[in-house]
């Protein structure tokens, strides 16, 4: 596939001084970075690279979990877990 696009002059300049930098022409080094951009952005959806079923850890390996109240989280957090 081929495309046209506009860039400022100034921009086109950077791009083929960055290039011939990396030893590259305008049109590879264009490319890498949209490569980049797209990994980039595929990545970002999930940073480990794969799709993982839930629950994590199958209920009957850790037995069912009750539901939680603020006073539970308080005791967890505030509670007095030190025996005097």
Request: glycine share 10%; charged share 20%.
């Amino acid at each position: 596939m081929s495309i046209t696009l506009e860039i400022s002059e100034t921009v086109l300049r950077q791009v083929e001084g960055l290039a011939k930098q990396q030893g590259l022409t305008s049109e590879e080094l264009i490319r890498q970075i949209i490569d980049a951009h797209l990994s980039a952005c595929h990545g970002a959806a999930n940073p480990f690279g794969e799709d993982v079923p839930f629950p994590l850890i199958a209920a009957p390996d850790t037995g069912p979990i009750g539901p939680f109240h603020g006073s539970d989280i308080d005791e967890l957090l505030f509670g007095d877990h030190l025996a005097s």
